[in-house]
């Protein structure tokens, strides 16, 4: 299994950014996809997941700003993140659970500053 994220950068409060993870190494279109985000000083939280029929469910603190999606096609999972705001800082990595495993990329980092 291969995760690769990409599209991170520094924006300021309010504007948004699309991440993206490149998968490989196992059946993509049967497997549900999550994204992760790590604060500075804090612990994992799950950002949002898509199962492999398209149904989504968010954090709240997320909800009706971030829009995870997939492409089955490009074997991608996307983060389309609008409404940035500070504490949205992070490091955002994709997550595959198979089997009980999780797997993950190497992330990107997310900055919110002005």
């Known amino acids: 299994v291969q995760l690769a994220e990409s599209g991170g950068g520094l924006v300021q409060p309010g504007g948004s950014l699309r991440l993206s993870c490149a998968a490989s190494g196992f059946t993509f279109s049967s497997s549900a996809m999550s994204w992760v985000r790590q604060a500075p000083g804090k612990g994992r939280e799950l950002v949002a997941r898509?199962?492999?029929?398209?149904?989504?469910n968010y954090v709240d603190s997320v909800k009706g700003r971030f829009t995870i999606s997939r492409d089955n096609a490009k074997i991608a999972v996307y983060l389309q993140m609008n409404s940035l705001k500070p504490d949205d800082t992070a490091v955002y990595y994709c997550?595959?659970?198979?089997?009980?495993?999780?797997?993950w990329g190497k992330g990107t980092l997310v900055t919110v500053s002005s």
């Open positions: 898509i199962t492999s029929g398209g149904s989504t």
């Open positions: 997550n595959l659970n198979r089997y009980g495993t999780d797997y």
